[in-house]
């Protein structure tokens, strides 16, 4: 499965951004979508995961509340909402795929990388 991360860009401290993930390929194995994001420096932190099969979504205690994970009509498209961003919310922000259909905070349980978009913060 190929995925393509869309949607970053500068953004004010207190904005909202809503970035797209389109799978595309053999999605029909892809069961659970994550997206990570790394800061220069700083090691890949998990963001928010969503099972396509049943909605179901995880996100860190840390985001909840600014940050949502929503499937598309189509189960090819995943998208997530950030609010009330932050200047440490600066990163690029990948998706991933898995085909295990466990929702999992670890990178290195998806196969599947998109190729990341950049999110800036402005203060």
């Known amino acids: 499965v190929q995925l393509q991360a869309s949607g970053g860009g500068l953004v004010q401290v207190g904005g909202s951004l809503r970035l797209s993930c389109a799978a595309s390929g053999r999605t029909v194995s892809t069961s659970v979508v994550g997206w990570f994001r790394q800061a220069p420096g700083k090691a890949r932190e998990f963001v928010a995961a969503i099972r396509l099969a049943t909605g179901s979504t995880a996100i860190p205690e840390s985001m909840s509340g600014r940050f949502f994970v929503s499937r598309g009509k189509s189960e090819n498209m995943v998208y997530l909402e950030m609010n009330s961003l932050k200047p440490e919310d600066t990163a690029v922000y990948y998706c991933?795929?898995?085909?295990?259909?466990?929702?999992?905070?670890?990178?290195?349980?998806?196969?599947?990388w998109g190729q990341g978009t950049l999110v800036t913060v402005s203060s």
């Open positions: 991933a795929a898995s085909e295990d259909g466990i929702i999992s905070r670890s990178p290195v349980r998806y196969t599947s």
